[in-house]
């Protein structure tokens, strides 16, 4: 079962930006899909962005034009880039690997967005 550390959060103010990175214990490749989700207090869990193997990748309708979803397959990392942020994006953002009907989670990490 792999691994997904992620690490990078922390507080920004509004209108910055901020990277996260999913370091994989295993080869990405081997997952259908690599992304990230959130889940702000109070609210469900939610996608933001997935690449599949291909390098295809979806993201939700807040995170289209201003987060960037990308892999290093030498180090076995995702990242997120997220720029323009807003209070709204205030949640723990969670790394996922995705392969057949089976999902695995890192811990998550915190980024809170307030000035």
């Known amino acids: 079962q792999v691994q997904l550390v992620e690490s990078g959060g922390g507080l920004v103010q509004p209108g910055e930006f901020l990277t996260l990175s999913c370091a994989a214990s295993?080869?990405?490749?081997?997952?259908?899909?690599m992304g990230w989700y959130r889940q702000a207090p109070g609210k469900e869990r939610e996608l933001v962005a997935t690449m599949n193997v291909g390098g295809v990748t979806n993201y939700a309708d807040f995170a289209e034009g201003r987060f960037t979803i990308s892999r290093d397959g030498s180090t076995n990392t995702v990242y997120l880039r997220m720029g323009s942020l807003k209070p709204e994006g205030t949640a723990v953002y969670y790394c996922?690997?995705?392969?057949?009907?089976?999902?695995?989670w890192g811990q998550g990490t915190r980024v809170t967005v307030s000035s």
């Open positions: 996922n690997a995705h392969l057949l009907s089976r999902f695995y």
């Open positions: 295993e080869n990405i490749f081997n997952y259908n899909h």
